[in-house]
Each structure stands twice: as structure tokens, then as C-alpha cells.
Nanobody, 124 residues
């Protein structure tokens, strides 16, 4: 089970940190990712991190502003979002994936488990 939290309303230029707590599985075996879905749009990849934490990848639209990290002791993955823009407004979902090349798998939405979403609203 994946439980996302940390969403809210923030002004443009502000920051938020999303958390996704995992339970019921060996968290350290999973690559983790964040996705988002804006109203009327398809779900899109935001960021991914490998099971070791050494490999990360980001969508071009968030590179340099968002940082994904994980704390295996807490079974939690984070998404630090800085310099937020109105176009970052969306429901954000976390996800988990197993296997080789897991960051590449997550990037093409080939995940094994989805969490529920948390809403991020960025006002202009």
C-alpha cells in the first residue's frame, strides 16, 4: 500500500514536499516514482528513483526544480518541489516498480503499484 501526502495550496514560486509511505512489502526492493495528472490531461511522469537511490530521472518540465529522494528506514519516498508554477497544478501520485532498469520502467508508466493521489494547487 502506498499513501501519498503533503499536497496543498501554494503561491507560484513557493515550495512543497510530498511524501509517499509504503507498507506491506520490502520497500528497498522497489524503484519509486511520482506522476501527476492535471484536469483534462493524461497522467504524466514526473520523477523516479532506483531501489538503491543512486539513479534518478526527471521530466524535462521539472528538472532543476524538483528532487526525488528516498528513506528506506522510513519506507518513504519524497518529492521536494521548489519554484512551483501554476502549470504544476495537478493530482500527484506515487508508484512502485520491481525489476531491472526500474527507473526506465517507471518513466514509461510500467509500474506495479499505484498510490492514491494528493492535490497540489499552485496559484499565480
Amino acid at each position: 500500500q502506498l499513501q501519498a501526502s503533503g499536497g496543498g495550496l501554494v503561491q507560484a514560486g513557493g515550495s512543497l514536499r510530498l511524501s509517499c509511505a509504503a507498507s506491506g512489502r520490502t520497500f528497498s526492493n522497489y524503484g519509486m516514482g511520482w506522476f501527476r495528472q492535471a484536469p483534462g490531461k493524461e497522467r504524466e511522469f514526473v520523477a523516479a528513483i532506483g531501489w538503491s537511490g543512486l539513479i534518478t530521472d526527471y521530466a524535462d518540465s521539472v528538472k532543476g526544480r524538483f528532487t526525488i529522494s528516498r528513506d528506506d528506514a522510513k519506507n518513504t519516498v519524497y518529492l521536494q518541489m521548489n519554484s512551483l508554477k501554476p502549470e504544476d497544478t495537478a493530482v500527484y501520485y506515487c508508484a512502485a516498480a520491481l525489476g531491472s532498469s526500474v527507473v526506465a520502467k517507471i518513466k514509461r508508466l510500467a509500474v506495479d503499484y499505484w498510490g492514491q493521489g494528493t492535490l497540489v494547487t499552485v496559484s499565480s
